[in-house]
């Protein structure tokens, strides 16, 4: 619903989103005997005034079948005008700035994710968020993965991580090549059930491989792998509650594979080698998982210079491909990142990855988004550890899986689903299982710092009190 509500927006012609910030899921406020609530704030653009504004997005909640019983109770859609500019208005039928914003941690919450770009009023908000150090239900951003899957809680100290397991529908892949090349539709839907059974909620379906110096197909012969084997998943009634994701950083392999019923396009160019890729996934409303790399599979190992530091140097190139990825138009809460472990890194910077993936997951700017980690049989695991064959890198594998989980990802992706399904339990139940330290006290003044970022003070400051 909010996702129709913002293409509604945007096909009036009179407003336009800019940005959008992560969906966060509350208890309700007010009338409690209902379910939850998903809220999220957009910056838009218009040239309406405040009343014609309001008259629009009332229109759309009334064309979206929007049905008002109780004030504050259950309802599809409730678009409410929160600020506008550094304008105050104030009639019988709106107020602005909104006069509930500040005791509403919902609206709060994804205020943050939108700096630097807009100046918001003042107020005494320090202590509207000084009870978030206790809260009993803190609040995590949503990721939609499909429709029969619950959303990935990139922020939920309790949270699973998701096993994304890999299909490599090609002859040369680095580790599996041919494995799955040309096998039946039967063979094929055999692989798929196991993986299911052994826990993977996530199937990637590769029809190009990208180890490096991999000679590129054509999108035709791409497609030609990738298609049979997403209607052979499809058709299978243990594939109804499983993400389907395309591993390809071509557009029209994309939109074939998302209208052919995939969910999610998994992009190792984070949009940068296709320049349709990016419009392309806007259009179809898909996940994205933007990945780092740097040049393309055959030039990436010359590229791992990191004059600050491989973190910062992935953080920053990621931070330019969520705003690309913005400014074409996808929703914040449809982007996954992934570090881009083995692409254009070496070994210790690998490693460093995987040891500073926490400051990662809270690099300014990255906040809130769910991370994918990829260390399935690589190159670096059978350096470390002596192991030559890729097939056979399992044991060096399940480390580097269980330190992604204590790094905080959402989603590995692996060759052994078995295996690393158990590896992922297990390190689950280790860190898994606190309440999450985004509440700390620590947590709390990088919060209030980010509200005295956001927050310009200016003629609006003792605007609002608390009551």
């Given amino acids: 619903?909010?996702?129709?509500?913002?293409?509604?927006?945007?096909?009036?012609?009179?407003?336009?989103?800019?940005?959008?910030?992560?969906?966060?899921?509350?208890?309700?406020?007010?009338?409690?005997?209902?379910?939850?609530?998903?809220?999220?704030?957009?910056?838009v653009e218009t040239s309406l005034s405040p009343i014609e504004l309001l008259d629009e997005l009332q229109g759309i909640e009334k064309k979206m079948g929007r049905v008002k019983v109780v004030?504050?109770?259950?309802?599809?859609?409730?678009?409410?005008i929160v600020l506008y500019g550094n304008e105050t208005f104030l009639n019988d039928r709106l107020q602005i700035p909104h006069k509930l914003m500040l005791e509403r941690e919902f609206v709060l919450r994804p205020l943050c994710d939108l700096p630097p770009r807009i100046d918001l009023p003042a107020g005494s908000f320090q202590y509207q968020l000084s009870h978030l150090a206790n809260s009993p239900d803190p609040l995590?951003?949503?990721?939609p993965l499909a429709p029969n899957l619950t959303n990935i809680a990139s922020q939920d100290a309790q949270?699973?991580?998701?096993?994304?397991?890999?299909?490599?529908?090609?002859?040369?892949?680095?580790?599996?090549?041919?494995?799955?090349?040309?096998?039946?539709?039967?063979?094929?839907?055999?692989?798929v059930r196991s993986h299911i059974a052994s826990g993977a909620t996530i199937l990637d379906l590769g029809g190009q491989s990208t180890r490096p110096g991999a000679p590129q197909v054509p999108s035709n012969e791409e497609l030609q792998r990738v298609l049979p084997a997403i209607e052979v998943i499809k058709k299978l009634p243990e594939a109804n509650h499983v993400a389907i994701s395309v591993d390809t950083y071509r557009a029209d392999v994309a939109e074939a594979a998302i209208?052919?019923?995939?969910?999610?396009v998994n992009d190792v160019s984070a949009g940068l080698l296709d320049d349709d890729m990016l419009h392309t996934v806007a259009r179809l409303g898909a996940t994205i998982c933007l990945m780092h790399m740097r040049g393309t599979p055959e030039t990436m190992n010359n590229?791992?210079?990191?004059?600050?530091?491989?973190?910062?140097?992935?953080?920053?190139?990621?931070?330019?491909?969520?705003?690309?990825?913005?400014?074409?138009?996808?929703?914040?809460?449809?982007?996954?990142l992934d570090p881009g472990i083995g692409f254009a890194k070496n070994k210790e910077q690998n490693l460093e990855l995987l040891r500073g993936l926490d400051k990662l997951r809270r690099w300014p700017g990255l906040e809130g988004f769910p991370w994918l980690i990829g260390v399935s049989r690589k190159k670096f695991v059978g350096s470390i550890t002596g192991v030559k064959e890729a097939k056979d890198r399992v044991w060096g594998t399940a480390s580097a899986v269980t330190a992604a989980v204590q790094g905080g990802a959402d989603v590995v992706r692996v060759h052994d689903v078995k295996e690393m399904a158990q590896v992922v339990k297990m390190g689950d139940a280790i860190w898994r299982h606190s309440s999450s330290d985004r509440f700390s006290g620590k947590s709390i003044n990088n919060m209030m710092d980010q509200l005295q970022e956001l927050f310009t003070y200016n003629q609006f400051c003792g605007t609002f009190t608390y009551l």
């Fill in 71 to 80: 004030d504050k109770g259950p309802r599809n859609i409730d678009l409410d």
């Fill in 140 to 143: 995590s951003p949503l990721t």
């Fill in 1 to 43: 619903m909010i996702e129709r509500a913002c293409n509604e927006m945007d096909r009036t012609g009179k407003i336009r989103v800019l940005r959008t910030s992560s969906l966060w899921e509350t208890k309700a406020m007010y009338v409690l005997d209902q379910d939850k609530f998903v809220n999220g704030v957009c910056e």
């Fill in 159 to 191: 949270r699973k991580t998701r096993v994304m397991s890999i299909l490599n529908v090609t002859p040369d892949s680095f580790s599996d090549g041919g494995k799955h090349f040309n096998i039946s539709s039967s063979q094929l839907g055999d692989t």
């Fill in 303 to 336: 590229l791992t210079i990191y004059p600050d530091g491989v973190i910062a140097g992935v953080a920053v190139d990621l931070l330019e491909r969520v705003r690309a990825a913005e400014e074409a138009g996808i929703r914040r809460w449809r982007i996954i």
């Fill in 259 to 264: 209208k052919a019923g995939a969910h999610i």
